[in-house]
């Protein structure tokens, strides 16, 4: 590899930046400028978060901007075989029907319940096409430190806060993509502890996987200097939704990011 490209590990997937610094291990998006901290490196799985409890209210409507959230948990710890090696292995079929058959009883649950709670139509369709809209907005984000509260929970945006610090204001970030159409991986439904307490609600979750190409950079606007470019660099995301369907207000917010080391491959 060329010196003057980095190798990027993050969640991300940035996959090779120009810019500064080594081209080996696990290197800082901005070399060894004052910027590194703004890579996101979150190591291990996402379903490994730390098994504690948000205090919330319960069932009822307390404030219009105060939703009932999970505190870290995700429901499915596994991803599906790919196709040829499921029909390759007559040991897998059935385990790979269960597991396609959660993820339909889920999505007949959502249709229900949310049909019930706020008088919405699901649709999966749909519900792909806001998951690309808060995907997109979350990625422009990023970068400048300023994470969207209303798009992320509260535990995954305090995950992603300690990853990004915010930019000074002479910094100016730019995130775009050339988006593939997102594919739904999984969806599952169930009772989720969202207190000390032992108070429940019910919960949805759906998998994403986003593909494409993406470009990005950072430039110092006092005097020009780009700190950091990537153009048309392939990467894949794939990230895990949730909404409360059991309580007012609901909506689908970003819970938990799989990052693709850690991720079967699921479109082959």
Known sequence: MNRNYIKIFTSSNFGVIRGIGSTTGRTSLFGNSGYQNNVLSLSGNTYQLANYAIKQAVGRRIKPNIFVQS????????MPSPIVSTLLSPSLWFDQAKYYYKT????????????KLTDEKFTVKQFLEESKEKYTKLNQTMLSGNIDKDITTIYFHSVLSTQFKSQPKYIKSSWSAELNKPKAIWSRSGQIKTSLSGDTEFFAQICVEFSGTQSMSLVDTRNGTTLSEAVNVPFKDIYVFERCLSSLPSEWKICAQVTPTTANNTTN
């Open 71 to 78: 505190p870290g948990q995700v429901f499915e710890n596994a």
């Open 104 to 115: 339909f009883g889920s999505y007949s649950m959502i249709k229900s319940k949310l049909k």
